[in-house]
Protein backbone atom coordinates (compact mmCIF):
# COMPACT_ATOMS: atom_id res chain seq x y z
CA UNK A 1 0.00 0.00 0.00
CA UNK A 2 1.54 3.53 -0.89
CA UNK A 3 -0.11 4.72 2.54
CA UNK A 4 2.72 2.69 4.10
CA UNK A 5 6.35 3.07 2.63
CA UNK A 6 8.86 0.96 3.78
CA UNK A 7 13.05 1.50 3.06
CA UNK A 8 14.61 -0.28 2.01
CA UNK A 9 13.01 -2.37 -0.12
CA UNK A 10 15.59 -5.53 0.03
CA UNK A 11 18.75 -5.83 2.42
CA UNK A 12 21.57 -7.89 2.48
CA UNK A 13 23.60 -7.96 5.06
CA UNK A 14 26.43 -10.08 6.53
CA UNK A 15 25.58 -12.75 9.05
CA UNK A 16 26.62 -10.32 12.49
CA UNK A 17 25.62 -7.06 11.43
CA UNK A 18 23.09 -5.02 12.34
CA UNK A 19 20.48 -3.38 10.59
CA UNK A 20 17.29 -0.98 10.05
CA UNK A 21 14.74 -1.00 8.38
CA UNK A 22 11.96 1.98 8.21
CA UNK A 23 8.14 2.57 7.79
CA UNK A 24 6.63 5.83 7.20
CA UNK A 25 2.70 6.49 7.34
CA UNK A 26 1.49 9.21 5.11
CA UNK A 27 -1.80 9.16 7.42
CA UNK A 28 -2.24 8.95 11.48
CA UNK A 29 -1.35 5.99 12.81
CA UNK A 30 -3.50 4.55 15.59
CA UNK A 31 -1.31 1.33 15.80
CA UNK A 32 1.58 0.10 13.70
CA UNK A 33 2.44 -3.55 13.75
CA UNK A 34 5.52 -5.77 12.57
CA UNK A 35 5.13 -9.06 11.09
CA UNK A 36 7.55 -11.14 9.51
CA UNK A 37 7.20 -13.47 6.41
CA UNK A 38 9.23 -16.29 5.12
CA UNK A 39 9.10 -16.83 1.38
CA UNK A 40 6.17 -18.22 0.21
CA UNK A 41 4.19 -18.87 3.80
CA UNK A 42 2.03 -16.46 6.53
CA UNK A 43 3.02 -13.94 7.97
CA UNK A 44 3.97 -14.03 12.02
CA UNK A 45 3.11 -11.31 14.12
CA UNK A 46 6.42 -9.75 15.91
CA UNK A 47 5.25 -6.78 18.06
CA UNK A 48 2.81 -3.63 17.84
CA UNK A 49 3.59 -0.03 18.82
CA UNK A 50 0.59 2.31 19.79
CA UNK A 51 2.09 5.31 21.69
CA UNK A 52 4.34 7.73 20.65
CA UNK A 53 8.01 7.12 22.12
CA UNK A 54 6.74 3.49 22.79
CA UNK A 55 9.83 1.18 22.09
CA UNK A 56 9.51 -2.67 22.10
CA UNK A 57 12.09 -5.61 22.21
CA UNK A 58 11.69 -9.27 20.52
CA UNK A 59 14.73 -11.46 21.38
CA UNK A 60 17.24 -9.62 18.88
CA UNK A 61 14.61 -7.61 17.20
CA UNK A 62 13.83 -3.85 18.80
CA UNK A 63 11.09 -1.73 17.41
CA UNK A 64 10.43 2.08 17.89
CA UNK A 65 7.74 4.42 16.95
CA UNK A 66 7.58 8.08 16.29
CA UNK A 67 4.35 9.33 16.24
CA UNK A 68 4.99 12.75 14.93
CA UNK A 69 6.76 11.38 12.64
CA UNK A 70 4.52 8.71 11.88
CA UNK A 71 7.36 6.72 11.36
CA UNK A 72 8.50 3.31 12.61
CA UNK A 73 11.74 1.50 12.57
CA UNK A 74 12.97 -2.35 13.33
CA UNK A 75 16.46 -2.73 14.15
CA UNK A 76 18.10 -6.17 13.94
CA UNK A 77 21.31 -6.83 16.44
CA UNK A 78 23.84 -9.07 15.17
CA UNK A 79 21.84 -10.70 12.15
CA UNK A 80 21.83 -14.34 12.10
CA UNK A 81 20.65 -16.58 9.08
CA UNK A 82 16.67 -17.38 10.77
CA UNK A 83 16.19 -13.31 10.82
CA UNK A 84 16.06 -14.03 6.62
CA UNK A 85 12.31 -13.43 5.07
CA UNK A 86 10.27 -10.30 4.46
CA UNK A 87 9.46 -8.25 6.69
CA UNK A 88 6.12 -5.93 6.96
CA UNK A 89 4.86 -2.79 8.27
CA UNK A 90 1.28 -2.55 9.14
CA UNK A 91 -0.70 0.06 10.33
CA UNK A 92 -4.75 -0.12 11.78
CA UNK A 93 -7.04 2.38 10.11
CA UNK A 94 -9.16 3.53 12.90
CA UNK A 95 -8.99 3.02 16.64
CA UNK A 96 -11.01 -0.43 16.62
CA UNK A 97 -8.41 -2.31 15.00
CA UNK A 98 -10.32 -3.72 12.84
CA UNK A 99 -8.33 -3.90 9.24
CA UNK A 100 -4.62 -3.31 8.93
CA UNK A 101 -3.05 -2.18 5.84
CA UNK A 102 0.68 -3.40 4.91
CA UNK A 103 3.46 -1.79 3.67
CA UNK A 104 5.61 -3.28 0.82
CA UNK A 105 7.36 -4.98 2.53
CA UNK A 106 11.35 -5.48 3.41
CA UNK A 107 12.95 -8.50 1.97
CA UNK A 108 16.37 -9.28 4.25
CA UNK A 109 18.88 -11.62 3.12
CA UNK A 110 21.64 -12.90 5.55
CA UNK A 111 24.56 -13.89 4.12
CA UNK A 112 26.52 -16.47 6.37
CA UNK B 1 -2.26 -27.86 15.22
CA UNK B 2 -5.10 -24.77 16.23
CA UNK B 3 -3.65 -21.96 14.38
CA UNK B 4 -5.67 -20.92 10.46
CA UNK B 5 -5.65 -23.03 8.26
CA UNK B 6 -6.05 -22.70 4.69
CA UNK B 7 -7.21 -24.82 1.79
CA UNK B 8 -6.29 -25.65 -0.86
CA UNK B 9 -2.89 -24.26 -0.49
CA UNK B 10 -1.65 -24.62 -4.08
CA UNK B 11 -4.28 -24.84 -6.98
CA UNK B 12 -3.40 -24.24 -10.88
CA UNK B 13 -6.54 -23.43 -12.79
CA UNK B 14 -7.04 -22.35 -16.70
CA UNK B 15 -8.48 -18.81 -17.25
CA UNK B 16 -12.15 -18.60 -17.05
CA UNK B 17 -12.62 -21.60 -14.46
CA UNK B 18 -14.01 -20.96 -11.18
CA UNK B 19 -12.44 -21.38 -7.71
CA UNK B 20 -12.66 -21.45 -4.27
CA UNK B 21 -10.43 -21.11 -1.56
CA UNK B 22 -11.55 -22.36 2.47
CA UNK B 23 -10.17 -20.51 5.68
CA UNK B 24 -10.92 -22.18 8.98
CA UNK B 25 -10.12 -19.65 11.70
CA UNK B 26 -9.00 -19.90 15.28
CA UNK B 27 -12.19 -21.31 16.77
CA UNK B 28 -12.65 -18.63 19.50
CA UNK B 29 -11.86 -15.60 17.04
CA UNK B 30 -14.79 -14.16 15.57
CA UNK B 31 -13.22 -11.69 12.89
CA UNK B 32 -12.09 -13.07 9.51
CA UNK B 33 -9.85 -11.37 6.81
CA UNK B 34 -9.01 -12.00 3.25
CA UNK B 35 -6.07 -10.91 2.20
CA UNK B 36 -4.39 -11.03 -1.53
CA UNK B 37 -0.36 -11.01 -1.98
CA UNK B 38 1.16 -10.79 -5.23
CA UNK B 39 5.20 -11.35 -5.95
CA UNK B 40 7.01 -8.51 -4.20
CA UNK B 41 3.94 -6.66 -2.48
CA UNK B 42 2.40 -6.44 0.65
CA UNK B 43 -0.49 -8.24 1.40
CA UNK B 44 -3.54 -6.23 0.04
CA UNK B 45 -6.77 -6.40 2.15
CA UNK B 46 -10.00 -7.49 0.17
CA UNK B 47 -12.85 -7.64 3.10
CA UNK B 48 -13.59 -8.80 6.20
CA UNK B 49 -16.10 -10.61 8.67
CA UNK B 50 -17.09 -10.61 12.43
CA UNK B 51 -18.90 -13.62 13.00
CA UNK B 52 -20.82 -14.02 9.50
CA UNK B 53 -21.29 -10.83 8.74
CA UNK B 54 -19.19 -9.20 6.39
CA UNK B 55 -17.98 -5.64 7.34
CA UNK B 56 -16.26 -3.92 4.87
CA UNK B 57 -15.09 -4.88 1.01
CA UNK B 58 -12.46 -3.44 -0.80
CA UNK B 59 -12.75 -2.13 -3.91
CA UNK B 60 -10.57 -4.42 -5.09
CA UNK B 61 -12.70 -7.20 -5.09
CA UNK B 62 -14.45 -6.76 -8.34
CA UNK B 63 -17.69 -8.75 -9.00
CA UNK B 64 -16.05 -11.91 -9.81
CA UNK B 65 -15.21 -12.20 -5.88
CA UNK B 66 -17.27 -13.36 -3.23
CA UNK B 67 -16.69 -14.40 -0.10
CA UNK B 68 -18.95 -15.71 2.76
CA UNK B 69 -19.14 -17.16 6.01
CA UNK B 70 -22.57 -18.47 6.49
CA UNK B 71 -22.30 -19.83 10.30
CA UNK B 72 -19.45 -17.53 11.43
CA UNK B 73 -17.01 -19.99 11.93
CA UNK B 74 -14.99 -21.28 8.16
CA UNK B 75 -15.30 -18.67 5.32
CA UNK B 76 -15.30 -19.34 1.38
CA UNK B 77 -13.75 -16.65 -1.43
CA UNK B 78 -14.44 -17.62 -4.98
CA UNK B 79 -13.39 -16.51 -7.95
CA UNK B 80 -15.77 -16.93 -10.96
CA UNK B 81 -13.82 -16.74 -14.12
CA UNK B 82 -10.35 -16.38 -13.37
CA UNK B 83 -8.38 -14.22 -15.21
CA UNK B 84 -4.32 -14.14 -15.08
CA UNK B 85 -4.40 -11.65 -13.40
CA UNK B 86 -5.73 -13.10 -10.25
CA UNK B 87 -2.59 -15.47 -9.66
CA UNK B 88 -1.99 -14.29 -6.09
CA UNK B 89 -1.31 -15.92 -2.97
CA UNK B 90 -4.79 -15.35 -1.30
CA UNK B 91 -3.91 -15.19 2.66
CA UNK B 92 -6.74 -15.69 5.32
CA UNK B 93 -6.10 -14.33 8.98
CA UNK B 94 -8.27 -13.83 11.88
CA UNK B 95 -8.35 -11.66 15.43
CA UNK B 96 -10.34 -11.48 18.91
CA UNK B 97 -12.82 -9.24 19.27
CA UNK B 98 -12.29 -5.55 20.98
CA UNK B 99 -11.43 -5.65 23.96
CA UNK B 100 -9.52 -8.78 23.77
CA UNK B 101 -8.28 -7.06 20.17
CA UNK B 102 -5.02 -6.05 20.53
CA UNK B 103 -4.73 -5.74 16.51
CA UNK B 104 -2.66 -8.88 16.24
CA UNK B 105 -4.00 -11.08 13.09
CA UNK B 106 -2.85 -14.59 12.68
CA UNK B 107 -2.51 -15.97 9.47
CA UNK B 108 -2.56 -18.80 7.52
CA UNK B 109 -0.54 -20.17 5.54
CA UNK B 110 -1.78 -18.72 2.21
CA UNK B 111 -3.63 -20.74 -1.01
CA UNK B 112 -1.41 -19.80 -3.74
CA UNK B 113 -3.32 -19.64 -6.95
CA UNK B 114 -2.00 -19.69 -10.56
CA UNK B 115 -4.24 -18.99 -13.69
CA UNK B 116 -2.78 -20.57 -16.70
Known amino acids: SQELEQSPQSLIVQEGKNLTINCTSS?????LYWYKQKYGEGLIFLMM?????EEKSHEKITAKLDEKKQQSSLHITASQPSHAGIYLC????????????FGAGTRLFVKA | DTGVSQDPRHKITKRGQNVTFRCDPISEHNRLYWYRQTLGQGPEFLTY????????KSRLLSDRFSAERPKGSFSTLEIQRTEQGDSAMYLC??????????????FGEGSRLTVL
Open chain 2, 49 to 56: FQNEAQLE
Open chain 2, 93 to 106: ASSLPPPFNTGELF
Open chain 1, 27 to 31: KTLYG
Open chain 1, 90 to 101: GAARNTGGFKTI
Open chain 1, 49 to 53: LQKGG
